[in-house]
């Protein structure tokens, strides 16, 4: 499973005044969507998210977002290497993506642009 980058998660508050921050930062524009009643924004290597804190609550023990090729091959990497699949296979707004807890206890999310 080849790791083609990361995506740090950030909850915040204020989705529109940390937009407004992450793209002059970046210089980046934001894609926006909703799932599951919070709202995200990517914008650059910076995933926001805002919504009722019950919902950031199991979203900020996400360590990261690991962008891969394929969601597939990287299941069967992960559960051939120890890791424990939580959630997923499962398509997204933006492509598909899982929910792993490695051996260490490190929670990532892996995401791949196949929809």
Known sequence: ?????TTLRVCVDD?????DFYERLTG???????????????????LLMSGPESELEVLRKVTATISVQDVDEAFTALT?????????????????????VHPDGSVFEYVDRRV
């Open 1 to 5: 499973m080849e790791i083609l980058g």
């Open 15 to 19: 989705l529109d005044a940390a937009v």
């Open 28 to 46: 980046a524009s934001a894609l926006r969507f909703e799932r599951g009643g919070v709202a995200v924004a990517a914008v650059g290597c910076f």
């Open 80 to 100: 051939e290497a120890g890791a424990k699949v939580l959630a997923g296979p499962v398509p997204t707004p933006v492509g598909r993506n899982l929910i792993a």
